[in-house]
């Protein structure tokens, strides 16, 4: 072996090794591109589940209490009604009251909006002012009246036996007799003395129902705060 071949002077000289500002702003800049990639990889994850699976919502108002408090965040499974499955009476749902709860174009529009629905589907902030999570007290076909001689709602000439009612609360202070027409839902608030719900809206087109079509989700579990985690039952099982 020569002298030029030895293996010291195979490695690289210290003076030609990266090393200096030059190299660590490199460095760095190869780190937060890697970061950036990841976080948008993570928010495109996120939306698609969001989008499609389970979507982050959070309880804006104290009409499902004492089930869902104002600040909860809940889980709403988007895939519950996705093959073939009925909504129940008793489910707690996530559903657009555009045209039945809601005017026609409520909802906010342009770059605002956007960014507000990005948020919302990552839970951080509340979704859009059209979208409301109610009680599914009647489904299409039944006949929904309030009240028999107790004060019990009565669902077919059966009265509901209700323990999700906010403590102290009747059924309904409102009189009602309704034929749910098919495709369309009744709903209501568990906290039915602060629910602005399809009582409110007996005289509008529908008679106060909702479309079973605009029905984003079925709640599933409260997840958040820590204190809180539960899953939300049906009331009618």
Not at 20 to 49: C, D, E, I
Not at 96 to 121: H, I, K, M, P, W
Request: proline share 6%; with cysteine; charged share 25%.
């Amino acid at each position: 072996m020569t002298e030029s071949d030895s293996p010291s002077d195979a490695r690289t000289p210290e003076r030609d090794r990266p090393s200096g500002p030059f190299f660590a702003r490199r460095w760095w800049s190869r780190s937060v591109r890697r970061w950036l990639a990841g976080l948008a990889l993570s928010a495109v994850f996120a939306a698609l589940v969001s989008a499609f699976v389970v979507q982050p919502f959070i309880i804006p108002s104290g009409s499902m209490e004492g089930t869902l408090q104002v600040g909860d965040r809940v889980l709403v499974n988007k895939l519950a009604y996705a093959f073939g499955q009925d909504v129940r009476r008793g489910d707690v749902v996530v559903f657009d009251g555009t045209g039945s709860f809601a005017a026609e174009g409520s909802s906010a529009g342009g770059l605002g909006g956007l960014l507000r629905s990005a948020a919302a589907a990552v839970g951080l902030a509340h979704s859009a002012e059209t979208d409301y999570v109610k009680r599914v007290i009647g489904v299409g076909g039944d006949h929904v009246r309030c009240c028999d001689a107790q004060g019990r709602i009565e669902v077919n000439g059966e009265a509901l036996d209700e323990p999700y009612l906010f403590p102290g609360d009747n059924p309904s202070n409102v009189m009602f007799d309704i034929e749910v027409p098919e495709g369309r839902l009744w709903v209501m608030g568990d906290h039915r003395s602060d629910s602005a719900d399809s009582r409110e809206y007996l005289g509008s087109p529908g008679g106060g129902t909702v479309p079973e079509d605009q029905v984003i989700g079925r709640v599933e579990w409260i997840g958040w705060p820590p204190s809180r985690w539960s899953s939300v039952r049906s009331g009618h099982e």
